[in-house]
């Protein structure tokens, strides 16, 4: 059995379920990948996406789909992506081993 591209933790799945209850009807799920920008240099983005592009990778886990933009899947190898719940803030977080360097504020990284 290959590896999928990342992994979903329970809190990350059923946050996504929740999120998905409320999308916009022609919604068919989330869409990883990344961007240039930030201080370390690239960011996570995460969106919901409204048509399946050919080109996405889909991974299937703990009952939910998530789509990895075909240009990010290289980056996001073997992350495990996690939703953490905090007093004032929550938020997805990535838990990537290629990462060689996260800014300060948590919100970009270098591979």
């Given at each position: 059995m290959t590896k999928?591209?990342?992994s979903?933790?329970?809190s990350a799945a059923n946050r996504i379920k929740e999120i998905m209850s409320v999308a916009e009807k022609?919604?068919?799920g989330v869409r990883v990948g990344v961007k240039s920008g930030g201080c370390a240099g690239m960011s996570y983005v995460m969106e919901y996406t409204k048509e399946i592009n050919p080109n996405d990778e889909i991974?299937?886990?703990?009952?939910?789909?998530?789509f990895i933009d075909?240009?990010?899947?290289?980056y996001l190898f073997g992350t495990e992506m996690d939703y953490k719940k905090e007093q004032f803030s929550s938020s997805f977080?990535?838990?990537n081993p290629n990462e060689t360097e996260r800014c300060g504020c948590g919100e970009s990284f270098k591979i």
């Open positions: 999928q591209i990342i979903l933790s329970e022609n919604s068919v991974i299937e886990d703990k009952g939910v789909k998530v075909s240009a990010a899947v290289m977080v990535f838990n």
